[in-house]
């Protein structure tokens, strides 16, 4: 089992749906990230909340938002998505403050989109 | 991500094989050197790392030797099980703490 969960696991929705991804952590850690993975291809870096603050955003387009309501909890909300974004979003936490620290990976959520 | 090339693309090692998996990197900001293990189904699990001031580091059959000044590092895993067939990822970290993957590399090991 891994210390960061995600939800749903998979998540089915048109293009017009409006839905949200859960992440959580009660590792204490205070940077969180979000990433895109397509099949056979590394995870891209989305967003990076460092201490709730949005800190990194890829230039990623707005049908995606972020959102960060305390240092636990990472949202990704997701509105009038196209079939390209049918991926595997995974949600990451890893310790600030301490140099050399790896990234805690949760299982993901797989999106398709109709 | 075009700062860290990872090779081979895929590898194919009969079991009690060895398997090496290297990466190269461009950025000297770097500071951190891990590798990434990804089933499918699952996300990323950190393998095994190494910070730059060490050039090996040894944890069970899973081996990370580094080249500072040839700006690349290496996974070997000795006596290659069916059970490491996964996905690897280099993923070295720069000082503002953000991580770069690399390509991935594809991991058969054949009974």
């Known amino acids: 089992d891994t210390e960061v969960t995600q939800t749903p696991k998979h998540l089915v929705m048109g293009m017009t749906n409006k839905k949200s991804l859960k992440c959580e952590q009660h590792?204490?850690?205070?940077?969180m990230y979000w990433y895109k993975q397509k099949a056979k291809k590394p995870p891209e870096l989305m967003f990076v909340y460092s201490y709730e603050k949005l800190s990194i955003n890829e230039s990623v387009p707005s049908r995606f938002s972020p959102e960060c309501p305390n240092s636990s909890l990472l949202n990704l909300h997701l509105h009038a998505l196209q079939p390209e974004d049918s991926a595997l979003y995974l949600c990451?936490?890893?310790?600030?403050?301490?140099?050399?620290?790896?990234?805690?990976f949760g299982d993901g959520t797989r999106l398709s989109i109709l | 991500q075009q700062q860290v090339k990872q090779s081979p693309q895929s590898l194919i090692v009969q079991k009690g094989g060895i398997s090496i998996i290297n990466c190269a990197y461009e950025?000297?900001?770097?500071?951190?050197f891990p590798w990434y293990q990804q089933f499918p189904g699952k996300g990323p699990a950190l393998l095994i790392a190494?910070?730059?001031?060490?050039s090996e580091k040894k944890e069970g059959r899973f081996t990370i030797s580094f080249n500072k000044s040839a700006k690349q590092f290496s996974l070997h895993i000795m006596d290659s099980q069916p059970g490491d067939s996964a996905t690897y990822f280099c993923a070295p970290q720069n000082t503002g703490n953000q991580f770069y993957f690399g390509t991935g590399t594809s991991l058969t090991v054949i009974p």
């Open positions: 190494i910070r730059p001031d060490v």
């Open positions: 950025n000297t900001a770097f500071d951190y």
């Open positions: 990451a936490s890893s310790q600030t403050g301490v140099r050399n620290q790896p990234q805690h």
């Open positions: 590792m204490g850690h205070r940077a």
